[in-house]
């Protein structure tokens, strides 16, 4: 079956820093690839998505490559912000059930 | 931009009673979801919901939980006989196609505390 693979946390950052969330997953077929954003107190927000190989999704700063060849869907920004802290799931869009990571808790300090 | 609302964002009820918790999908929507997150764990799928009728459900979606669309916007999530291992958080989600491009769009989840 499908599954999604996400470092753990917490990542704990400073401010300006690079960030890196790792996902890797498992699925028959060619799925879309979604990353979701959960902020303290608050649901799930879509942050970006990619639908095909190659294709590199990207909002607010934050960019994900769509990797066929080494099933990865790592997510990146440049220079995180405190505002970015929360919690970040990679998602696999299936035929029928979404399949979730586990979440990557983000903190970032001043 | 257009939402899914969940009430009520906090609910407190006795081990063994019926808790209803309720969402309004995105108005042109055709599929619907509900998944739950216990606290500090990852997001679990319980059910999909496609033209009146379940289409998907996991193991966790035993014979105490049912859905419903009752009318032509809400969409309901009844546990019949809570037990304290319910207690989490209850996230609504709708998506407008059956095409796996299309994300999810989530309610800010409902808090259900068992006590």
């Known amino acids: 079956g499908n599954s999604v693979t996400q470092m753990e946390g917490p990542v704990t950052l400073s401010e300006e820093a690079f960030l890196t969330i790792n996902c890797t997953y498992t699925a028959t077929g060619y799925p879309s690839l979604f990353w979701y954003v959960q902020y303290p107190g608050e649901g799930l927000q879509l942050l970006l998505k990619a639908t095909k190989a190659d294709d590199k999704g990207s909002n607010k700063g934050f960019e994900a490559t769509y990797r066929k060849e080494t099933t990865s869907f790592h997510l990146e920004k440049g220079s995180v912000q405190v505002s970015d802290s929360a919690v970040y799931f990679c998602a696999l869009g299936g035929s029928y059930i979404p399949t979730f990571g586990r979440g990557t808790s983000l903190i970032v300090h001043p | 931009e257009p939402e899914v609302t969940q009430t009520p964002s906090h609910q407190v009820t006795q081990m063994g009673q019926e808790v209803i918790l309720r969402c309004v999908p995105i108005s042109n929507h055709l599929y619907f979801y509900w998944y739950r997150q216990i606290l500090g764990q990852k997001v679990e799928f319980l059910v999909s919901f496609y033209n009146n009728e379940i289409s998907e459900k996991s193991e966790i979606f035993d014979d105490q939980f049912s859905v419903e669309r009752p009318d032509g916007s809400n969409f309901t999530l009844k546990i019949r006989s809570t037990k304290l291992e319910d207690s989490a958080m209850y996230f609504c989600?709708?998506?407008?196609?059956?095409?796996?491009?299309?994300?999810?769009?989530f309610g800010d989840g409902t808090r259900l505390s068992i006590l």
């Open positions: 989600a709708s998506r407008d196609l059956d095409s796996q491009n299309q994300p999810q769009h």
